[in-house]
């Protein structure tokens, strides 16, 4: 499997160079990839399905962490890796025409990919930090594939508003994924699926199982969540039919259906679970009314299938991991395919409005056909999988402990309005009257409809004769459920109560078919209630962001070098004053020690010279004076052993003098700037700082030195590198390459500085001031 | 002796800090050297004190032995005095140039990036010598 995601990211490496060889018919090359992969794993299926063995690769990457590159086939890999390769291969293609012509066909194709490799890393992935790379990198493929059109606005935000939701989710999730694999022990999920028991009766369970619900939810736009999806459609079509509908936002539900054997099963999990799932299944369905645009209104129904999934997991049991898992199946084979119709549809016509479009079953022949068979198992109407997929949702319903007339009425208005939607989307825009359209509906080539009738035609295949799809559904049920359960689907189910409420679900839609435009007529009412919705609050909360990063750079970044100093200041003194201070230790230790009479003297010199300098109104006297603290320094090193730093010191500081003095009659004399209350003020924190030093030192100095660093010098000097001067040694020998460094900061700074004397400025002032007329001519010019 | 330091240190970051939240550049300036000066100080206490034994191995001798001078802090000295020479003389550099330009060393004046030039070779000169040079 490791071959199947480095294979990925290194024949992205050549797609660019590829595109610009065989240009927008490079689409068929390209699917051979992901075409080759889902030959692959079909081969892998006999084992992976028949005898129900899941293939494992381990590569060591992080030993020390106990990360590594671990890679697991099992039932449920299988379900959503031939999902992402075979609707990827077919995306590949829809892309080639679809985006013929578009000057970012070529950055499309290498996103797609990318995306691809990404999201079978997900779910391949057998450790927790693996899985959580990769979901990161589909979120981000996700975001540069929404933001495709970056020169329009509404992309752009669209593009940062999915991102900043599915990325914070995904921050969540790691702290999740960490808490998860400290309690288990270990970061591979298929020990952590082991552990079930332990995990769930563990102290971190709680936060554990919150952190990575937020992450699932938010990628799978659950309820409050959803908002980022239906925006997420301005991106190309083939994006919205691969990314935000067949695969990555089901990697939300995927890690459901991963963790739970690890996480489900708690009365937590099931009421979190199951109400987010149920309240998102009712906002997607309900959101959907007043919809005209053809790929919002999938968008909204591809949420509220979300939801059906979510909240199947939630239930949990047989009957209900069945359901999601058919449920799966069939919503990526109609969906994905109703997607890719309605961008055949717009690419004809040029709009996606269902006001506006009608009798295009001529025209496109093969794309109505496509439409039909997918809406057949959208509505939920036999023989197509949707409807049995409807049918396992409603018998996993009257199995739950939720009260009947809830979760059914619920799952019987969506399933309603449901019909009514794929109604709208799959049969008004091909029959009736011929509405008016931006351009004549031109006839489209075989890339557009190839995708969308293989993935209908699907959904009728596996609805006729469920047997086809059994063993896939039954792998990836056992692996969800740990179990060997035996999985018999069919499509007649008898005369049961079910059934009846297949035949209500059908009725009501119909009826609100046929009164749809008043229906939709209500559905303005969410126009309405927009500003108070949680896209409401995520815009509020990224305004107020917004607003207190630039109020605290202008108040932090106010320009004033004083205000940055005293920030500084009062910040260590305040963070590090308390802990000093719970550390008052050091008041009794110390004393003068043994202090001599003319180091005394030094000390006293320097204190006074140190003192006397602000007050200083003439510029030798200062420059004098700052001479005397530092050749009082040099007594100091002197005394103190330290004959190098002595003679540094001396050289340095006899050059500074010299320096300043040669500068400093090229200054102004000090003025007083500063009003005296402010100068209190600042000498306050100035000693507050210097206090906080001198604690420093003298808390430092009374613990024992350990000096393992310098006793290795003291004792290698002479042996390894010939010296007997141990400071020039580390500074030539063992820290040769900082001196290196050092030497090189020197070197800057001169040619700065000789940069500095030599610019020539009374050639730039003429510039300046020819600017200045310039402007001013312009002006007069102006007026 | 270390306490006698200890205040030392104290006293210098005190009047250093002090400098730098003046608004004349020079005294900013000069605020850094002394802050440098402070820190080195600071730096070779912490290594703790030692008279009278230097870092260096004796002829006839083939390591130091105890006690000596720390020689790591001295090290790390050593570069910082020079590193710090380095950024004062491009400061100096720097400020000399930019009130040549701008006519004035006033930090609250030196916020934008906007700021118009008041340079001119008369005016310069002008003001040298009213102060009498």
Do not use: C
Not at chain 1, 150 to 159: E, F, L, V
Not at chain 1, 365 to 381: D, E, Q, R
């Amino acid at each position: 499997m490791l071959v199947i995601i480095l294979s990925g990211f290194i024949f992205a490496v050549f797609i660019p160079w590829l595109y610009r060889r065989f240009g927008a018919r490079s689409g068929w090359l390209f699917a051979l990839l992901p075409l080759g992969w889902l030959f692959y794993l079909a081969g892998q299926a006999p084992l992976v399905l028949g005898q129900g063995q899941a293939i494992e690769e381990h590569i060591p990457w992080v030993p020390s962490l106990g990360v590594e590159l671990a890679f697991r086939l099992d039932g449920l890999g299988m379900l959503f890796a031939l999902l992402v390769t075979g609707i990827g291969a077919l995306v590949i293609i829809y892309g080639g025409g679809y985006l013929s012509g578009h000057p970012y066909q070529g950055r499309f194709f290498l996103l797609i990919t990318l995306f691809m490799v990404a999201m079978l890393g997900v779910v391949l992935s057998d450790h927790l930090l693996l899985l959580f790379v990769f979901w990161e990198l589909t979120s981000i493929t996700s975001f540069l594939l929404i933001g495709f059109e970056h020169q329009r606005y509404g992309a752009r935000a669209a593009a940062w508003q999915a991102l900043l939701v599915t990325a914070g989710g995904g921050l969540a999730l790691l702290a999740g994924l960490v808490l998860l694999s400290q309690v288990a022990g270990s970061g591979l999920i298929s020990v952590i699926n082991q552990n079930g028991a332990a995990i769930r009766s563990s102290s971190l369970y709680t936060a554990a199982l919150l952190l990575i619900l937020i992450g699932a939810f938010t990628k799978s736009a659950q309820f409050p969540f959803h908002f980022w999806l239906p925006n997420a459609m301005v991106a190309p079509t083939p994006v919205s039919a691969y990314l935000h509908s067949a695969t990555m936002v089901k990697a939300g539900v995927f890690l459901l259906a991963r963790l739970t054997p690890a996480l489900a099963g708690t009365s937590l999990w099931q009421a979190l679970v199951s109400s987010v799932g149920f309240m998102t299944l009712l906002v997607g369905a309900l959101l959907a009314l007043g919809q005209r645009d053809l790929k919002r209104l999938l968008a909204y129904t591809t949420v509220g299938a979300l939801g059906t999934m979510t909240f199947l997991l939630g239930l949990g049991g047989d009957l209900a991991i069945k359901a999601a898992v058919v449920y799966i199946l069939a919503h990526a084979f109609y969906k994905g395919a109703l997607f890719l119709v309605a961008g055949a549809v717009d690419h004809s016509t040029g709009t996606r409005d269902i006001e506006r479009l009608g009798n295009l079953a001529s025209i496109l022949p093969w794309v109505t056909l496509a439409a039909l068979l997918a809406g057949i198992s959208m509505a939920g109407l036999p023989p197509a999988l949707g409807f049995l997929a409807k049918e396992l949702f409603f018998e996993s319903l009257m199995e739950s402990t939720w009260p009947h007339y809830l979760s059914l009425g619920g799952a019987i208005l969506a399933g309603a309005i449901t019909f009514v939607v794929a109604a709208l989307v799959a049969f008004k825009p091909f029959w009736g009257r011929t509405q008016d359209v931006p351009h004549p509906p031109h006839p489209v080539s075989v890339e557009f409809w190839l995708g969308p009738v293989i993935l209908s035609g699907l959904g009728l295949v596996v609805g006729i004769m469920p047997a086809l799809a059994t063993p896939l559904i039954q792998g990836a049920v056992q692996s969800i459920l740990q179990s060997s359960l035996k999985v018999k689907l069919a499509l007649w189910h008898g005369i049961t109560p079910v059934l009846g409420f297949s035949l209500l679900t059908l009725g009501l839609g119909g009826l609100g078919w046929a009164f749809y435009r008043r229906l939709w007529q209500g559905g303005e009412i969410w126009r309405k209630l927009a500003p108070w919705g949680p896209a409401r609050l995520y815009e509020v909360g990224l305004n107020g962001l917004r607003r207190f990063a630039a109020w605290q750079t202008r108040v932090l970044q106010n320009g004033y070098l004083r205000f940055y100093v005293m920030t500084i200041v009062l910040t260590t003194v305040l963070l590090t004053g308390f802990t000093l201070l719970s550390r008052l230790a050091w008041l009794g230790v110390g004393g003068w020690g043994d202090i001599r009479f003319y180091e005394f003297v030094v000390v006293v010199l320097m204190i006074a010279a140190a003192v006397v300098i602000p007050r200083l109104r003439s510029r030798l006297a200062t420059v004098a004076t700052m001479g005397m603290i530092g050749y009082g320094l040099v007594l100091i090193y002197l005394i103190y052993s330290a004959p190098d730093l002595a003679m540094v010191q001396f050289a340095i500081e006899t050059l500074t003098v010299i320096l300043f003095v040669l500068a400093v009659y090229r200054l102004p004399k000090f003025t007083r700037l500063t009003p005296s209350p402010t100068r209190f003020l600042d000498l306050l924190v100035a000693i507050g700082g210097g206090m906080l030093m001198t604690a420093l030192v003298l808390i430092v100095t009374a613990r024992p030195l350990v000096p393992h660093i310098s006793d290795y010098f003291a004792q290698n000097s002479l042996l390894l590198a010939n010296g007997r001067n141990v400071v020039n040694v580390i500074l030539v020998d063992f820290r040769g390459l900082d001196t290196l460094g050092e030497i090189t900061v020197l070197a800057l700074a001169g040619i700065g500085v000789y940069a500095l004397v030599r610019l020539t400025l009374g050639r730039l002032m003429v510039y300046f001031e020819g600017l200045e007329e310039e402007e001013e001519a312009e002006h007069e010019r102006a007026l | 002796m270390t306490l006698a330091l200890a205040l030392l240190i104290g006293v210098l970051f005190t009047v250093a800090l002090y400098l730098m939240m003046r608004r004349n550049l020079v005294k900013v300036l000069i605020g850094l050297i002394i802050l440098s000066n402070a820190i080195n100080l600071f730096i070779f206490t912490l290594g703790r004190l030692v008279r009278g034994r230097p870092p260096l191995i004796p002829a006839g001798e083939t390591a130091l032995q105890p006690p000596y001078a720390d020689p790591l802090p001295q090290a790390l000295i050593l570069t910082a005095i020079v590193i710090s020479f380095g950024v004062t003389a491009f400061a100096v550099a720097l400020m000399r140039q930019a009130y040549q330009v701008l006519g004035t060393s006033d930090l609250n004046e030196l916020r934008d990036t906007d700021i118009q030039p008041r340079y001119h070779p008369d005016h310069y000169h002008a003001e040298d010598e009213a102060e009498g040079h």
